[in-house]
């Protein structure tokens, strides 16, 4: 199981949107509507952000969205603040016969400019 | 409110066993799968593993099978990782994280525990 590709950095200007991609196989982003987004400040646990692909857990703001296309979820967070500076992770499901667990993105640093 | 509340910051020598905890509070620990994952200094998070405390049915990522051993003890509500001999390359922040049922999704997040490997 490799590790999802993402950009290593993505950055906008307040009130901007901005897109964060996450490539996987068909082995996992493309077999299951199973990606979730972390958000991760420095020195603090991951927030889970998105889960199932595009649900938001309660407490989050609609500021963030989630979406799939074949092997490649993204992360858009619109009306982009300064304490969405973080790091984000994505993560897909990728269970099979002879692996049970998730496989995470190589994480992208989001700046707010 | 659900709550995993993870044990202390550790420093080990090279060769040295350990054993860090996980106790979930706040809803039925046995009905819900425990995964730990890993973070290296500045780096990415790993998946390790994950196990269902109802009847301790436990999965391996490939790359952590025979490093590692995962448990947990119902009694208590609580799950462990443990090491029978540390590496420097163990150094690292160690998450566990409780997946929710039909999502499938690693939800809730411990704070975190820093095993610190070093001679």
């Known amino acids: 199981q490799s590790a999802l590709t993402q950009p290593a950095s993505v950055s906008g200007s307040p009130g901007q949107s901005i897109t964060i991609s996450c490539t996987g196989t068909s082995s996992d982003v493309g077999s299951y509507n199973l990606v979730s987004w972390y958000q991760q400040h420095p020195g603090k646990a991951p927030k889970l952000m998105i889960y199932e692909g595009s649900k938001r857990p309660s407490g989050v703001s609609n500021r963030f969205s989630g979406s799939k296309s074949g092997n490649t979820a993204s992360l858009t967070i619109s009306g982009l603040q300064a304490e969405d500076e973080a790091d984000y992770y994505c993560?897909?499901?990728?269970?099979?016969?002879?692996?049970?667990?998730?496989?995470f993105g190589t994480g992208t640093k989001v700046t707010v400019l | 409110e659900v709550q995993l509340v993870q044990s202390g910051a550790e420093v080990k020598k090279p060769g040295e066993s350990l054993k860090i905890s996980c106790k979930g509070s706040?809803?039925?620990?046995?009905?819900?799968?425990i995964g730990w994952v890993r973070q290296m200094p500045g780096k990415g998070l790993e998946w390790m593993g994950i196990?269902?405390?109802?009847?301790?049915?436990?999965r391996y990522s490939p790359s952590f099978q025979g490093q590692v051993t995962i448990s947990a003890d119902k009694s208590i509500s609580t799950a462990y990782l443990q090491w029978s001999s540390l590496k420097a390359s163990d150094t690292a922040m160690y998450y566990c994280v409780r997946r929710v049922g039909a999502t499938k999704t690693p939800f809730d997040w411990g704070q975190g525990t820093l095993v610190t490997v070093s001679s």
């Open positions: 196990i269902y405390p109802g009847d301790s049915d436990t």
């Open positions: 706040g809803y039925s620990f046995t009905s819900y799968w």
């Open positions: 993560c897909s499901y990728a269970g099979s016969s002879t692996f049970e667990g998730y496989v």
